[in-house]
């Protein structure tokens, strides 16, 4: 559990009132402090199986949180013990190209032994993720992320508030190790790695007690290679206050099910319902079966009276498009995959048949070109607004995050959908996004499904 500032000034009242700040507790310009990813294994699997062997920032996984007031400078020398070239990507953060953390396109795998500094600010408020961005679907699969959360002015009205990283593993029973083959020429054509064994902050029975009546805020990561998580509810009232750290502007009430893709975050506002001996629940969907994801076993009533709806958290930097009329207009055509319909694509520069693609362990593309090349999909003046339509024409959804920038959807009633960085495109659907190309720089923009990203799905932007 993570205390919140108000039972965080509460348990310091008795230091006396020259001991609190506004963000006492949270790490803030305090200087560079190292973060090293390393071997570790943990008891990931029940009890009586082996430790899992695992790859994790500081051995841990997911790694340690970092929590930071909205502003703040995040320093962090990344130490790399691991047998592999690594580097540290800060998922959703408005941030410096050169601290994006993407091998072979901001920056240099940082190879074994060697450290990088990374050095940068966080201008929104939210739930942020970091994770590995050089062989990710290997080192984020072997454990390599973590939260990042970024602390709105004044905190928001709860009692209790739970970071969840959501992931799955694969795992082989008999050992309790990890299945090896990363790059299985099935998963990556197909739906991307799937794991056999989920867990909730490693957890695969998170627990967390609470009380009845008490307001929860979940902060929900999906930090899963390849799964969308369906997610509902139980014993809990909930509220939709932010996808992607961005705040809505108006809370939203969870209603049923509700998708969660990899790379994807939501925050809720959860007022506990469940009676005192019971308890609520964040559940799964898996086959149309409910499963518990995290359970909050209620051991006590609050002595809070029921809250009104909750208000709408602080907005961000919010970029309210109203008009993309004069956008400059970007198609992204995705191709390929099992059951797909992909004839040839240019893999290196070279005309393929799917035949020889599939050789290459190489199954996507975007239109007509596989992985990543010289020149970007498209380039931007800074400020430009960009209308970009993602034609979806294989037979699986992929998860398209953008690096450095928000975009909203544009929706077919002239609305706009939520400020987000990773949207869920659906297959045999076109979706189109919009943001302003305000952050100077190279941002890749790929998919999620991190098989299906080394498999051909990635490209990236350019703005001057
Ligand atoms: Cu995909």
Redo the contacts with the bound molecule.
């Keep these: 559990m993570i205390l919140t500032r108000r039972k965080l000034l509460q348990g310091s009242a008795a230091l006396g009132a020259a001991t609190l700040s506004p963000h006492m507790g949270l790490a803030q310009n305090e200087g560079f402090t190292s973060i090293t990813a390393r071997l570790a294994s943990m008891q990931l699997a029940p009890d009586g199986y082996a430790q899992t062997d695992v790859w994790g920032y500081e051995g841990l996984t997911p790694g340690p949180t970092i929590q930071v007031a909205k502003g703040a400078r995040v320093q962090r020398q990344f130490v790399n013990e691991l047998p592999q070239g690594s580097s540290i990507h800060w998922h959703g953060i408005r941030i410096d190209n050169a601290m994006d953390g993407v091998s072979g396109l901001t920056q240099d795998a940082v190879e074994p032994g060697q450290t990088f500094d990374y050095d940068f600010v966080v201008p929104d408020a939210g739930t942020y993720w970091f994770h590995a961005h050089n062989k990710s679907v290997e080192q984020v699969a072997r454990g390599l992320y973590g939260a990042l959360i970024v602390e709105e002015d004044e905190a928001p009205d709860i009692d209790q508030e739970e970071v969840l990283l959501l992931d799955d593993w694969l795992i082989n029973p008999d050992t309790a190790q990890l299945d090896p083959d990363f790059e299985a020429p099935h998963d990556r054509s197909h739906g991307g790695r799937n794991g056999n064994f989920i867990t909730t902050n490693g957890d695969y029975q998170f627990s967390s007690d609470v009380k009845q009546g008490d307001r929860l805020r979940l902060r929900l990561i999906n930090a899963a290679n390849a799964r969308i998580f369906v997610l509902s509810l139980m014993g809990l009232e909930g509220w939709v206050m932010a996808y992607d750290g961005m705040p809505l502007d108006k809370p939203e009430k969870v209603n049923g099910e509700f998708p969660l893709a990899p790379g994807q975050r939501v925050d809720l506002f959860v007022d506990v319902t469940a009676e005192e001996g019971e308890a609520a629940y964040l559940l799964r969907t898996i086959d149309e079966q409910l499963l518990p994801q995290a359970a909050f076993p209620v051991t006590a009533r609050s002595s809070v009276s029921t809250r009104d709806a909750p208000q709408p958290l602080p907005p961000n930097h919010g970029e309210h498009i109203t008009d993309v009329s004069d956008a400059t207009a970007v198609t992204l055509r995705m191709e390929g995959g099992a059951m797909g319909r992909l004839n040839t694509a240019v893999l290196d520069g070279e005309e393929m048949t799917f035949r020889q693609l599939a050789e290459a362990n190489q199954f996507w593309s975007f239109n007509g070109v596989v992985g990543m090349t010289e020149t970007p999909l498209a380039g931007f003046s800074r400020g430009e607004m960009v209308k970009l339509k993602i034609e979806n024409e294989t037979r ?1 959804p ?1 998860a398209m995050h953008l690096h450095g920038m928000h975009f909203r959807e544009v929706l077919e009633d002239g609305q706009f959908g939520p400020m987000r960085d990773t949207i869920l495109t659906y297959a045999g659907r076109t979706t189109e996004i919009a943001f302003r190309a305000d952050n100077p720089g190279k941002w890749l923009f790929h ?1 999620h ?1 991190l098989s ?1 990203s080394a498999a051909g ?1 990635r490209t990236w932007i350019d703005v001057a």
Aim: glycine share 0%; aromatic share 16%.
């Design positions: 699986f992929h998919c499904m299906h799905m």
